[in-house]
């Protein structure tokens, strides 16, 4: 048994090792995009938050023609490899990206602000060199990781999207500050919005939905 379970993680080890960016994950969705010939008015790129945000309220990305895009566990170097396949070649109208918590987390090892800000800003020139707007969103407030405990994010997360901000500002791109409107007293997210403290709820993203439909207009 032992050995088949050491066989087993061995299998599963070189399967990442292999799709490390999970290129797999959207591959065949990408390829009905563009079938269509239609371009998406916006792509969501991120991590769980994103993609549980599709799962959670799809109608909000079907009326409004957005593609979401989002993997769970990744981090930013991971979204910046997969950004051509899920992003550049669906042709969208702009890309929205959220990215930074689970840098924050080290899902993938230690890691600086300032290479997690490259990973950001990389994919924006990315965007803008490929005719893609491109909108910025804060990382949303995590005062502790339920999968990763005493790690005090908060402060680094509002130090990550300080910098984000400000190369917004200085680069005239939208910045959807989710933020400011979330945080509770300890900048982190209130239970009613997030059960686990960083995944929003039904109520957690139509707030979302309201800050970026307003950043958008």
């Known amino acids: 048994m032992k050995s088949i379970a050491f066989a087993l993680l061995v299998l599963s080890t070189m399967s990442y090792a292999q799709d490390f960016a999970n290129f797999s994950k959207y591959e065949k969705q990408n390829q009905q995009v563009?079938?269509?010939?239609?371009?998406?008015?916006?792509?969501?790129?991120?991590?769980?938050?994103?993609e549980g945000w599709y799962a959670t309220d799809p109608e909000f990305f079907t009326k409004n023609n957005f593609v979401g895009r989002g993997i769970g566990g990744q981090v930013t170097s991971q979204m910046l490899l997969?950004?051509?396949?899920?992003?550049?070649?669906?042709?969208?109208?702009r890309v929205i990206i959220l990215a930074g918590t689970n840098d924050i987390a080290e899902n993938q090892g230690p890691i600086s602000l300032d290479k997690?800000?490259?990973?950001?800003v990389s994919m924006a020139e990315l965007a803008k060199a490929n005719n893609i707007k491109v909108v910025?969103?804060?990382?949303?407030?995590?005062?502790?990781?339920p999968w990763r405990k005493n790690m005090e994010p908060a402060s680094k997360v509002i130090t990550l999207n300080q910098m984000i901000k400000d190369y917004a500002q200085k680069n005239h791109i939208p910045y959807?500050?989710?933020?400011s409107v979330?945080?509770?007293e300890k900048n982190g997210l209130p239970k009613e919005l997030a059960e686990d403290g960083i995944h929003p709820n039904k109520l957690g993203y139509e707030k979302m939905e309201a800050i970026?439909?307003?950043?958008?207009?």
Not at 34 to 50: E, H, K, L, R
Not at 83 to 89: G, L, P, S, T, Y
Not at 136 to 145: K, Q
Not at 212 to 217: D, E, S
């Open 34 to 50: 563009i079938s269509q010939n239609i371009a998406p008015n916006s792509v969501f790129m991120g991590d769980s938050i994103t």
């Open 136 to 145: 910025l969103c804060s990382a949303l407030p995590a005062y502790d990781f």
């Open 176 to 179: 959807a500050d989710y933020h």
């Open 82 to 93: 997969r950004f051509r396949e899920d992003v550049i070649k669906l042709k969208p109208k």
């Open 182 to 184: 979330l945080k509770d």
């Open 116 to 120: 997690v800000f490259g990973n950001i």
């Open 212 to 217: 970026l439909m307003k950043t958008l207009k």
